[in-house]
């Protein structure tokens, strides 16, 4: 069992509170995940995130298999950061911080997700060579389309 990491900063040209709002939003995932992955957020959640909040979504990561994935918001710092830890879905283990930053000009956010798949070696193989590279795919989506939406400094 390995734990793996994928390690994200982005900077916009929007307001802490702008970044914030937007990020702290789950309705607003659907527009930052690969139309691939068919994402859709199954519950109705609050408009405010607090911690012990339950996201559930659907999503479409491979060969056309839909799969639930819950996740809990664990931490809320406004506007500092959030975590999200799935409890049911396709990982062994996901832990994802997002941390946002004022600097000069507007925001840096940073994403700091570490996980592991389920299957023993055989998922330690798949993270090694294909998991790994469509989480980097799944953010490099992220990353172009905040930048169109909000610009980069």
Do not use: C
Request: cysteine-free; proline content about 7%; hydrophobic content about 40%.
């Amino acid at each position: 069992m390995k734990l793996e990491t994928v390690h994200r900063l982005q900077r916009l040209a929007i307001p802490l509170q702008t970044a914030w709002d937007f990020f702290s939003d789950p309705r607003n995932l659907r527009d930052i995940t690969p139309p691939t992955l068919g994402f859709q957020v199954t519950s109705t959640p609050a408009e405010k995130m607090y911690p012990g909040m339950i996201i559930s979504y659907r999503i479409t990561p491979l060969w056309g298999l839909s799969r639930q994935w819950i996740t809990e918001i664990t931490h809320v710092i406004e506007p500092q950061l959030f975590v999200d830890e799935q409890r049911f879905g396709p990982y062994r283990f996901w832990h994802h911080q997002h941390l946002f930053r004022t600097i000069a000009g507007g925001v840096e956010m940073e994403d700091i997700v570490h996980y592991i798949l389920p299957f023993g070696r055989v998922g330690q193989l798949a993270a090694a060579t294909r998991v790994k590279k469509e989480l980097q795919k799944i953010f490099d989506f992220r990353r172009e389309v905040l930048a169109k939406k909000f610009g980069v400094i």
